[in-house]
């Protein structure tokens, strides 16, 4: 599993993108109820898994010897 991450390192700046059409129903111009809007959470929430999955990558891209 550590190594499909490593593989799919080009998601990484799709997960803004999902964390974005994800608030979209708690956009305050489309929904003007009171309360709390979770969207932050959601697009926090993304941009977490965003760092972590850059993060798993880098750690083992500089892990990996590379013959030249």
């Avoid at 490593?6 to 979209?24: C, D, E, H, K, N």
């Avoid at 009171?34 to 880098?58: D, E």
Wanted: glycine residues 8%; contains cysteine; aromatic residues 8%.
């Amino acid at each position: 599993m550590i190594e499909a991450l490593s593989q799919t390192i080009w998601l990484v700046p799709l997960y803004a993108l999902i964390g974005a059409i994800l608030a979209i129903p708690w956009s305050p111009g489309i929904i003007r109820e009171t309360g709390p809007r979770p969207s932050g959470y959601v697009n926090l929430l993304m941009t977490f898994i965003a760092l972590i999955h850059s993060l798993v990558a880098l750690v083992l891209d500089f892990g990996q010897k590379k013959v030249c």
